[in-house]
């Protein structure tokens, strides 16, 4: 059985940094992507970046993009979203999620399969 487990969440001031994990077990995961999104109180989930399990491009929602970097480390089930630069507006549960997305339904949540149970990032003074 596919788990997904986030970590790394917290309080950060803005303009600091945070760095999210995502740890995959139950399965083999190649050919398949990994995409991270969010949900803040009140707004619907939302994409924030994704990539292929086994290298390729990068995804990123405009909003993020130059802060945020999704990284996956060698051959460790494991995937992170490093957010720099953290604005309050980026307070939201991150979850992240694995699936087979096309390149054009990257940015989709209902073509990820497994999601994780999210992590909360709180970004205030």
């Known amino acids: 059985q596919v788990q997904l487990t986030e970590s790394g969440g917290g309080l950060a001031q803005p303009g600091g940094s945070l760095r999210l994990s995502c740890t995959a077990s139950g399965g083999t995961f190649s050919g398949y992507s990994v995409g991270w999104f969010r949900q803040a109180p009140g707004k619907e989930r939302e994409f924030v970046s994704a990539?292929?399990?086994?290298?390729?491009?990068?995804y990123y929602a405009d909003s993020v993009k130059g802060r945020f970097s999704i990284v996956k480390a060698g051959s460790n089930s494991a995937v992170y979203l490093q957010m720099n630069n953290l604005q309050s507006e980026d307070t939201a549960v991150y979850y992240c999620a694995v699936g087979r997305p096309i390149t054009s339904t990257m940015s989709t949540g209902s073509a990820y399969y497994y999601w994780g149970q999210g992590t909360q990032v709180t970004v205030s003074a």
């Open positions: 990539r292929r399990w086994n290298g390729g491009n990068t």
